[in-house]
């Protein structure tokens, strides 16, 4: 689908007037990174829409990435909303995916039914740069990581590490914060972090949900920064809950939640 001048790879999987949920993939991801939650999610009644993010996947090739502001995909996100003609609906972000969340969720709040983010910066910390360099040694040295990082972007591959590392090591990112957005956040919220997150520490988790009324923190057991893929089945049925709770499910949504509990 050709979205703001460039072409971006857009799928859309369960019923298709069931309560849209947008799910949005972290910085070196793609539509890939959600194949666990896809199914869960489908199965209980949601019309699940998710894309690979301008530059990544099977999208079209981007020459940088705006961080920490998320510029050009927050405007592919309303764009994309407003050609699928989706007038309200849920985001789930990880990581990266989870900042655009919380971005477009305080932009728009009355497009917004429910937010959950997954291991979401709202600002930079001491812990997330050790993290970031780990990941380009991890890149730089490993042909394994390279190979299957390859396997998700095509020839881009590089172009896809290198937006993502220098987007995030330039002088503007060290003062950034979002902190005082966070307040014009209405829907109900879900904070998500795992207890061993190799780029936040836990506080991090819980500024974000402290800086949002009403919104619930979880911090799962054992878990680190890949929640989709490290947990699914804990973090699908924890999805399924609070959007059954918060989107006034269906009928096959609230028998899904009888039957987990």
């Not at 390859?150 to 995030?168: L, P, S, T």
């Not at 009324?213 to 809950?241: T, Y």
Request: include cysteine.
């Amino acid at each position: 689908m050709q979205i703001n001048n460039h072409q971006l790879h857009i799928k859309s999987h369960g019923p298709e007037h069931g309560h849209t949920v947008v799910l949005l993939h972290d910085g070196l991801g793609s539509t890939r990174s959600w194949r666990r939650q896809v199914p869960a999610l489908a199965q209980a009644g949601y019309r699940v829409i998710l894309y690979d993010r301008w530059g990544y996947g099977q999208s079209e090739a981007r020459p940088y990435l705006e961080v920490p502001s998320f510029r050009d995909d927050l405007a592919d996100l309303e764009s994309i909303l407003s050609t699928l003609q989706i007038g309200s609906t849920s985001l789930i972000g990880h990581s990266d995916g989870g900042t655009i969340a919380l971005y477009f969720a305080a932009q728009h709040p009355e497009q917004v039914t429910s937010l959950v983010t997954i291991a979401a910066h709202i600002y930079l910390e001491p812990k997330m740069e050790s993290g970031v360099k780990k990941i380009r040694q991890t890149f730089e040295m490993n042909e394994n990581f390279r190979a299957k990082f390859r396997g998700v972007h095509g020839d881009k591959f590089e172009a896809v590490f290198h937006n993502w590392f220098d987007g995030w090591h330039t002088p503007k990112t060290l003062d950034w914060d979002m902190r005082s957005l966070l307040p014009k956040i209405l829907c109900p919220t879900l904070v998500i972090q795992g207890e061993k997150d190799e780029h936040a520490t836990r506080q991090h988790a819980q500024d974000i949900a402290d800086g949002i009324i009403g919104s619930e923190l979880w911090i799962a057991s054992g878990a680190a920064h890949m929640l989709p893929l490290e947990i699914p089945k804990l973090l699908n049925k924890k999805l399924v809950m609070f959007l059954g709770a918060t989107t006034c499910p269906t009928k096959k949504q609230t028998s899904q939640l009888a039957q987990d509990h």
